[in-house]
């Protein structure tokens, strides 16, 4: 049976949607298939980790009759790369095995049964939703996807908090050592927000934002995001991803934000991002700390490492307050300079226990919150 009749990269595209949460070695060796659903010239690829779930749709399909099967992701998207461009590519069916030919080429995968693919189920009633443009969303993420933990004992920090209120959708990471906060408001952007009651607090898994984040592009095509109390959807250019919630109760960002820091200097990103690269390279691997050291038009960067060297360099800046003498974990300053975009930014200083509080003046809604660290 012939499923589908195709240019490679129209095939290759889909796949390549959904494969980026399959694993290749699986303890239910399902999950590293992906599920091709052909209805008519629908031809539909699913791929899933129980936890998420990634879907898109494409005409390609040959033939009336409806059909499903499973077969290896990686194996398909590897030999799929590995073929060129022309000539037309026929996928069949045949004795439970799925054959790709293309002019001489012909390759033969082991499929496993449509039916034990365990596809995971949309919620019955989405109470909250939100519709922005993909531009918009990827920018929110992009912002604060970098302070969220990594396989961190207190799960509910493994993911990045949305809050859905009636006019804005904010977004929040935090390791516990920095914390990114951002957000756009509904009057900004056509920002479109539908809630049922009152504002609502969702965290979503680490692995679905770097997802989306590999998947949204810098279009102005919309992103339908729906919230249901245990799942997230979001749905956009075809593509349909499926997404549990992390429970628990994420930390309140509200009170770590600093107010009234009365040390703040102003400098560019890109010169200040140089020095600390700089610096980065004689600090010690395991604690990475670099010395701010600010005083009248002068920021001082300086590290030193267990082998007794030494880096230091001096940068002019717009400051005329008293001095203040401070360390931190160069690599979270790194982070938040190498993801901003803007010109200038703004660092605001207290005294050597108080975290900084990094803004910029091209985006008022974003701050960056960092720890600092005995050195």
Do not use: W
């Amino acid at each position: 049976m012939i499923l589908i009749k195709a240019q490679r990269d129209a095939i290759l595209k889909p796949l390549q949607t959904v494969t980026g949460i399959v694993e290749r070695r699986h303890t239910l060796p399902i999950l590293s298939n992906v599920l091709i659903n052909k209805d008519n010239t629908t031809v539909s690829f699913c791929s899933t980790d129980i936890e998420m779930q990634i879907k898109t749709q494409s005409e390609m399909g040959s033939g009336t009759e409806p059909f499903a099967t499973t077969v290896a992701a990686r194996k398909l998207l590897d030999i799929l790369r590995a073929l060129p461009e022309q000539p037309e590519i026929t996928v069949s069916y045949t004795n439970k095995k799925l054959t790709l030919a293309q002019g001489k080429s012909k390759f033969s995968l082991q499929t496993l049964a449509a039916e034990e693919f365990p596809t995971v189920s949309s919620a019955d009633n989405y109470p909250a939703k939100v519709v922005l443009s993909q531009k918009s969303l990827k920018h929110l993420l992009h912002l604060v996807h970098f302070a969220m933990a990594q396989q961190d004992i207190r799960y509910y920090l493994n993911g990045l908090l949305l809050v859905i209120d009636q006019d804005s959708l904010k977004a929040v990471a935090t390791d516990g050592h920095r914390l990114a906060f951002s957000a756009v408001k509904a009057s900004d952007n056509g920002v479109q927000i539908q809630l049922n009651g009152e504002r609502q607090e969702v965290i979503i898994p680490r692995k679905a934002v770097l997802e989306l984040q590999r998947l949204l592009n810098e279009s102005d095509a919309a992103v339908n995001i729906e919230f249901a109390s245990n799942q997230a959807r979001f749905s956009f250019d075809q593509i349909e991803l499926l997404s549990k919630l992390i429970e628990g109760k994420f930390p309140d960002y509200q009170r770590v934000i600093p107010t009234g820091h009365s040390k703040i200097v102003t400098t560019e990103r890109e010169v200040l991002l140089g020095a600390l690269q700089r610096a980065a390279i004689l600090t010690t691997d395991k604690f990475k700390g670099v010395r701010l050291t600010l005083s009248p038009a002068t920021l001082r960067v300086s590290s030193t490492n267990a082998e007794q060297e030494e880096a230091s360099e001096d940068l002019e800046v717009d400051y005329q307050g008293e001095p203040v003498d401070i360390g931190f974990n160069v690599q979270y300053l790194l982070d938040v300079l190498s993801n901003l975009k803007s010109k200038t930014i703004q660092l605001a200083l207290q005294d050597p226990n108080a975290s900084a509080l990094i803004t910029t003046l091209d985006d008022p809604e974003f701050k960056y919150v960092v720890m600092p660290m005995r050195i």
